[in-house]
Nanobody
Framework: QVQLVESGGGLVQAGDSLRLSCAAS????????MGWFRQAPGKEREFVAT????????YYADSVKGRFTIYRDNTKSTLYLQMHSLKPNDTAVYYC???????????????WGQGTQVTVSS
């Protein structure tokens, strides 16, 4: 049974940093591209960042480029999202996801975690 379990969310102030983690089990992580997505209240879920299965290539939404870093430790089956200079409009539920399809084919991310709430106050 595949499980993706996010952690590390919380309530922070604008300008603060947070690191999200996503622990994966039930799948061979080295064969999956993984990513972070987020959904703010009243909005559709959106892409934040993705990383290829071997960690060699990363991709970011323009809104987080330069502030967020996605990386993975396949020896620990864990995906991370380091977030700096957080802004109120970063407030959302953050989800990790995994796919064996193309890393940029967001519709093909078939495994999802339950999400972790990030709230950034001004």
């Amino acid at each position: 049974q595949v499980q993706l379990v996010e952690s590390g969310g919380g309530l922070v102030q604008a300008g603060d940093s947070l690191r999200l983690s996503c622990a994966a089990s039930g799948l061979t992580v080295v064969t999956y591209h993984m990513g972070w997505f987020r959904q703010a209240p009243g909005k559709e879920r959106e892409f934040v960042a993705t990383v290829t299965s071997n960690g060699a290539y990363t991709y970011y939404a323009d809104s987080v480029k330069g502030r967020f870093t996605i990386y993975r430790d396949n020896t620990k089956s864990t995906l991370y999202l380091q977030m700096h200079s957080l802004k109120p409009n970063d407030t959302a539920v953050y989800y990790c996801a995994a796919t064996r399809s193309a890393v940029s084919n967001y519709d093909a991310y078939g495994y999802w975690g339950q999400g972790t709430q990030v709230t950034v106050s001004s």
